[in-house]
């Protein structure tokens, strides 16, 4: 009555735009569903001891000590609400992630946005910029020009700009894609001996640097450059995946990999809006100046995941094993890991080959057919680069939905299943979208592939992450993202062939019934209980 009124503060819901609600939606998810690391305290009045509580201690001892005014006091506090009189009456037991978790979770998802958003500010405005040196008779630029129209007249592509620019960014990424393919294993491999922060600052500061010469300058041969210096510095995303998994319960794992999920979602969604709302000179600086600050921002916040005691003996062992990674049936076979020092039982490494060749079959398939919708929406549907744009703006929005609200509920031992279901539902997608003409069918099929996209990967993600000793994550996880690398490299090219050969029809027929090759392989595996080393 007496003081001046003031408007309440505005609710943390009311906060617009719907990137922040998601944003928010995660925190307050990563405080949720996972048990406190505060130890519980046992029923006072239980007539049963049990052999985890009372082992050892004779049973009126143990009731006395629970009796006392301190453990009951404590007892009715931390599971009970005081009520009317100083009784107690129930609550809900509050069940809380470990804040150390939490954080780690927090800093690595924002960390991989911010990389993300520098990345994905380039795929819009890759046409214009290859088109920008075109005109200006670039001589490296017109080498590559000369293969890509050979390629081209080799499938069968009509001779289009839009298709050649696709054509050109799919050759560009799958050189990135190849560079990843052999830099991952070795920054995982170094990693499990000098620790997750110092090889990821490291990595981020290759990044950075790409950037700045891309920014500096504006030949083809400074931008080839700086995707070289990107592709060989991309660890940064294994590190990602290592960290996560080097969270000691396995409900965090799993909730950790959804969580990168959504960031890629946001990224991949975010990025490409924010690009093509800028020049072509502006992008490079702008990138350059979010990869630095995901640089500080990781320095300043990023803790220490593997501890000294826990890290691979030697570095030369850590390289020896990285070199295996160098071959594709030694990645496959994953051969860093079983030659590495306390390897994976036998079983845990048949388990560890099969999830590798499923994720590799996966996405082999997937990313050929998603870098394919361009040449298919622009064909059958005439769609222009905008409208691409906002198709691919609601796949993205579609994923990190998905994502938040269901893929990161999906807990510790349901991973395969959830999998098996999502492969499940892509034979049907692809086969709506290769054989529908009208846009309500493609939109079927686009949401059928978004829910698949959004819960494949992490959690394939999530189940890795529990093989190996704690020495040997990084080795394993890098080995993933490596198979994960070598089938973006080639699976855009040979799907790009088999579209203009045969058709858009017949190549996404095939492609959906491969996709039961992946699953039969998680069908057929054998139950996982029981056969992992891991911590």
Request: charged share 10%; aromatic share 10%; glycine share 10%.
């Amino acid at each position: 009555m007496g003081g001046a009124w003031a408007p309440a503060p505005p609710r943390p819901d009311s906060v617009p735009g719907w990137p922040f609600r998601i944003l928010l939606s995660i925190h307050r998810s990563l405080r949720r569903s996972v048990p406190s690391a505060r130890p519980q305290q046992v029923d006072s009045v239980s007539p049963v001891v049990g052999p985890a509580s009372g082992a050892g201690v004779p049973r009126g001892a143990l009731l006395q000590a629970h009796h006392t005014p301190s453990q009951a006091g404590l007892k009715c506090r931390d599971t009970m609400g005081w009520g009317a009189g100083g009784s107690c009456t129930p609550r809900p037991p509050i069940r809380q992630q470990p804040a150390s978790e939490t954080r780690v979770i927090t800093v690595v998802f924002l960390g991989l946005l911010l990389d993300l958003l520098a990345f994905t500010l380039l795929l819009p405005l890759l046409p214009g910029l290859l088109e920008s040196h075109s005109r200006a008779h670039d001589p490296l630029y017109g080498s590559w020009q000369r293969a890509v129209d050979w390629f081209a007249a080799a499938i069968g592509m009509p001779a289009e700009k839009r298709y050649n620019s696709v054509l050109f960014g799919g050759l560009i990424g799958s050189v990135f894609s190849a560079l990843q393919f052999l830099s991952a294993p070795l920054t995982g491999a170094i990693s499990d001996c000098l620790g997750r922060r110092p090889v990821m600052l490291l990595s981020l500061a290759g990044l950075a640097s790409s950037y700045a010469v891309w920014a500096a300058s504006g030949s083809f041969a400074a931008f080839l450059a700086s995707r070289v210096i990107g592709g060989v510095s991309k660890g940064n995303v294994s590190l990602s995946t290592a960290i996560v998994a080097d969270l000691g319960s396995p409900p965090a794992r799993s909730r950790g990999m959804a969580v990168l999920g959504v960031a890629f979602s946001l990224g991949f969604t975010l990025g490409p809006m924010l690009g093509a709302s800028l020049p072509v000179q502006t992008a490079p600086w702008l990138a350059l100046l979010f990869a630095v600050s995901d640089l500080l921002f990781l320095f300043c916040f990023l803790p220490e995941t593997l501890p000294p005691e826990k890290r691979a003996p030697s570095i030369t062992l850590g390289l020896q094993a990285a070199a295996d990674l160098l071959s594709p049936l030694a990645l496959l076979r994953f051969s860093a890991v079983a030659h590495g020092q306390d390897p994976p039982t036998r079983d845990s490494l048949d388990h560890l080959r099969r999830l590798g060749l499923v994720y590799f079959l996966y996405l082999f398939l997937f990313s050929g057919l998603e870098y394919t919708l361009s040449f298919l929406a622009h064909q059958r549907f005439q769609f222009s680069s905008l409208q691409q744009g906002k198709m691919f703006f609601f796949i993205g929005l579609t994923m990190a939905t998905i994502q938040g609200a269901y893929a990161r509920r999906i807990g510790p031992g349901r991973e395969v299943a959830a999998v098996k279901r999502a492969i499940l539902l892509l034979v049907p997608a692809f086969l709506l979208i290769g054989w529908g003409h009208t846009l309500p069918v493609l939109g079927l099929g686009l949401l059928l592939y978004s829910f698949a996209a959004a819960v494949v990967v992490p959690c394939l993600s999530s189940v890795v992450a529990g093989y190996g000793s704690p020495g040997q994550k990084g080795t394993v996880m890098g080995t993933l993202r490596s198979l994960g690398a070598l089938a973006r490299a080639v699976g855009p090219m040979a799907a790009a062939s088999v579209y203009w050969l045969v058709g858009a029809p017949a190549c996404f027929t095939v492609c959906s019934v491969l996709f039961l090759l992946p699953f039969l392989l998680l069908r057929t595996l054998p139950p996982l209980g029981g056969t992992l080393k891991a911590e």
